[in-house]
């Protein structure tokens, strides 16, 4: 067997110094001649690991030995078999994870693992640049189903049901079809552009999408059964923040990473002349450690920001963001102080002026050192405060992105829909819920999580509802 290389061949990227001032695209994306030598480091593995760490069971080595012979319109179509959104997972998929933490590259041969991701957005990427034509619309088969939500779980279940000729109706919330894809994704990781080309899919497959309706509000669960939907599937995430319950939460200039991702991702506040307000500039300070936070730190930095803090209450190893992310905003000089975890958000208050224009905003965070001791019920260890190591960090701005929970709306106005402690609707294998015909599916169901698991989700609760619906 020839010698393989030992490392993932490098994806090209804009250089930090230019990417932390604009929103463009940071990952560039592999060319042919980088895919089809990242593809000859597979080993073409019989028993296929690395489909085993993959949610949606891709069949790995199959797409990659087409990337091997430069069919690459065949390694989509492989892809596309399970995945509904490969050019969105070939993006943001935590693949060190999953798949690519199988690989036998790594596990057996102590080589890095081979560039799944990079390989899967490759074949994407190229299809989306080469497809020809638009998209077939299959036969109606009479059945009329609501999805609730437009995010990865709900796009997927639609997208499935669809294609077996099912009236389908999604119901969204915003103005704009997506989900976190649109909201709260940035451009810079993910292009809306992409998301919009799976949107316009959907449609061609005659996906009806309503924006501005909110299940509960507007209308209820049960009313769409009257009008005539036989079976609803709730796609509806988690996107409500948690805070930390520290006194200064509300001081201006403190934001959850939710509402500052939206200002600036679909409101697009970034601009000169956009109707929504963010604050720019100044020192910026985000609290916590997944994706969400490096988002938000890397937001505000292109936002103007002159530092950007990323406080987080545990140490590099356990950061929860995307390996490639966190590499990233270190480029790009985001300021990490691990260890550490606020105790009191400090506000502006002048003693002499009480009609100070500065009096209420954040002025500092105060926080305190941390060290790791004994590991929690999941394992990881539990960070313990240092006695008297308190400190203060200047801040203009606060982002709090310590996770979210799934919105109680749906659950309020939907008698017998069962919720766990925790707010997330309880499902069976399926995706059914306690009540008849209502499936749910993502983030609402398990708390953030991931887009491949949201759509692996959604795919799921789809072909149940052809079962009960067709009876196949
Ligand atoms: P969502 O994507 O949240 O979509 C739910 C949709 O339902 C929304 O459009 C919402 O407006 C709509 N909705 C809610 N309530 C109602 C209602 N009552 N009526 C009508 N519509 C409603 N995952 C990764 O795998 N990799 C990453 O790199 C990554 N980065 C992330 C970065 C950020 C900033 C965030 C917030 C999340 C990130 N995630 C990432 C997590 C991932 O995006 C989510 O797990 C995934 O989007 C969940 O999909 P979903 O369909 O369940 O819900
Ligand atoms: Fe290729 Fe790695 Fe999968 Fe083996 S485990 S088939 S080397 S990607």
């Given at each position: 067997?020839?010698?393989?290389?030992?490392?993932?061949?490098?994806?090209?990227?804009?250089?930090?110094?230019?990417?932390?001032?604009?929103?463009?695209?940071?990952?560039?994306?592999?060319?042919?001649?980088?895919?089809?030598?990242?593809?000859?480091?597979?080993?073409?593995?019989?028993?296929?690991?690395?489909?085993?760490?993959?949610?949606?069971?891709?069949?790995?080595?199959?797409?990659?030995?087409?990337?091997?012979?430069?069919?690459?319109?065949?390694?989509?179509?492989?892809?596309?078999?399970?995945?509904?959104?490969?050019?969105?997972?070939?993006?943001?998929?935590?693949?060190?994870?999953?798949?690519?933490?199988?690989?036998?590259?790594?596990?057996?041969?102590?080589?890095?693992?081979?560039?799944?991701?990079?390989?899967?957005?490759?074949?994407?990427?190229?299809?989306?640049?080469?497809?020809?034509?638009?998209?077939?619309?299959?036969?109606?088969?009479?059945?009329k189903v609501a999805v609730i939500g437009s995010g990865p779980s709900g796009l997927a279940c639609a997208g499935d049901l669809a294609k077996k000729g099912f009236a389908v109706t999604v119901f969204e919330a915003l103005h704009s079809a997506?989900?976190?894809?649109?909201?709260?994704?940035?451009?810079?990781?993910?292009?809306?552009?992409?998301?919009?080309?799976e949107v316009r899919t959907l449609g061609e497959l005659g996906v009806e999408i309503i924006t501005n309706v909110i299940v509960g509000r507007t209308i209820t669960i049960d009313e769409l059964f009257e009008q005539g939907y036989e079976a609803v599937f709730i796609g509806t995430g988690a996107g409500l923040p948690n805070f930390m319950n520290i006194p200064g939460e509300s001081l201006c200039?403190?934001?959850?990473?939710?509402?500052?991702?939206?200002?600036?991702?679909?409101?697009?506040?970034?601009?000169?002349?956009?109707?929504?307000?963010?604050?720019?500039?100044?020192?910026?300070?985000?609290?916590?450690?997944?994706?969400?936070?490096?988002?938000?730190?890397?937001?505000?930095?292109?936002?103007?920001?002159?530092?950007?803090?990323?406080?987080?209450?545990?140490?590099?190893?356990?950061?929860?963001?995307?390996?490639?992310?966190?590499?990233?905003?270190?480029?790009?000089?985001?300021?990490?102080?691990?260890?550490?975890?606020?105790?009191?958000?400090?506000?502006?208050?002048?003693?002499?002026?009480?009609?100070?224009?500065?009096?209420?905003?954040?002025?500092?965070?105060?926080?305190?050192?941390?060290?790791?001791?004994?590991?929690?019920?999941?394992?990881?260890?539990?960070?313990?405060?240092?006695?008297?190591?308190?400190?203060?960090?200047?801040?203009?701005?606060?982002?709090?992105?310590?996770?979210?929970?799934?919105?109680?709306?749906?659950?309020?106005?939907?008698?017998?829909?069962?919720?766990?402690?925790?707010?997330?609707?309880?499902?069976?294998?399926?995706?059914?819920?306690?009540?008849?015909?209502?499936?749910?599916?993502?983030?609402?169901?398990?708390?953030?999580?991931?887009?491949?698991?949201?759509?692996?989700?959604?795919?799921?609760?789809?072909?149940?509802?052809?079962?009960?619906?067709?009876?196949?």
């Amino acid at each position: 067997m020839a010698a393989r290389e030992p490392k993932k061949h490098e994806m090209p990227v804009q250089p930090p110094e230019i990417r932390a001032h604009n929103f463009d695209e940071v990952a560039l994306g592999y060319n042919e001649e980088l895919a089809l030598a990242e593809a000859q480091r597979c080993l073409g593995c019989k028993n296929k690991p690395c489909m085993q760490g993959c949610p949606v069971n891709i069949d790995i080595p199959e797409f990659i030995s087409h990337i091997k012979n430069n069919d690459i319109e065949g390694a989509y179509k492989v892809i596309s078999e399970s995945s509904s959104l490969p050019a969105v997972c070939g993006r943001v998929c935590p693949q060190e994870l999953q798949c690519e933490h199988n690989c036998t590259l790594g596990t057996k041969m102590n080589l890095e693992p081979v560039g799944i991701g990079r390989l899967e957005r490759y074949a994407a990427d190229y299809h989306r640049v080469h497809k020809n034509g638009s998209t077939e619309r299959p036969a109606p088969n009479g059945h009329k189903v609501a999805v609730i939500g437009s995010g990865p779980s709900g796009l997927a279940c639609a997208g499935d049901l669809a294609k077996k000729g099912f009236a389908v109706t999604v119901f969204e919330a915003l103005h704009s079809a997506g989900g976190v894809l649109v909201y709260g994704i940035p451009e810079f990781r993910l292009p809306k552009s992409i998301v919009a080309d799976e949107v316009r899919t959907l449609g061609e497959l005659g996906v009806e999408i309503i924006t501005n309706v909110i299940v509960g509000r507007t209308i209820t669960i049960d009313e769409l059964f009257e009008q005539g939907y036989e079976a609803v599937f709730i796609g509806t995430g988690a996107g409500l923040p948690n805070f930390m319950n520290i006194p200064g939460e509300s001081l201006c200039g403190v934001y959850s990473a939710n509402e500052f991702l939206t200002r600036s991702n679909l409101m697009k506040s970034y601009l000169d002349n956009a109707a929504t307000p963010i604050k720019k500039g100044g020192n910026v300070v985000v609290v916590g450690g997944g994706n969400v936070a490096m988002d938000a730190a890397r937001t505000a930095l292109r936002l103007g920001a002159e530092h950007v803090y990323i406080v987080y209450r545990r140490s590099f190893d356990e950061l929860p963001a995307r390996k490639e992310e966190v590499e990233h905003a270190k480029e790009e000089g985001i300021d990490f102080r691990i260890l550490c975890n606020p105790v009191e958000i400090v506000g502006y208050h002048s003693e002499n002026d009480p009609r100070d224009p500065k009096n209420g905003f954040v002025k500092g965070v105060r926080c305190i050192k941390m060290e790791l001791g004994e590991p929690d019920e999941r394992g990881r260890r539990r960070p313990v405060e240092i006695l008297g190591s308190e400190f203060e960090i200047e801040a203009d701005t606060v982002i709090i992105a310590i996770g979210t929970s799934p919105n109680p709306l749906i659950k309020d106005t939907t008698n017998g829909l069962e919720v766990n402690k925790r707010g997330g609707i309880v499902i069976t294998e399926e995706g059914l819920t306690s009540r008849e015909n209502v499936y749910a599916g993502g983030d609402a169901v398990t708390g953030a999580a991931t887009v491949i698991s949201a759509m692996g989700a959604g795919k799921t609760a789809a072909k149940a509802i052809y079962k009960a619906l067709c009876g196949e």
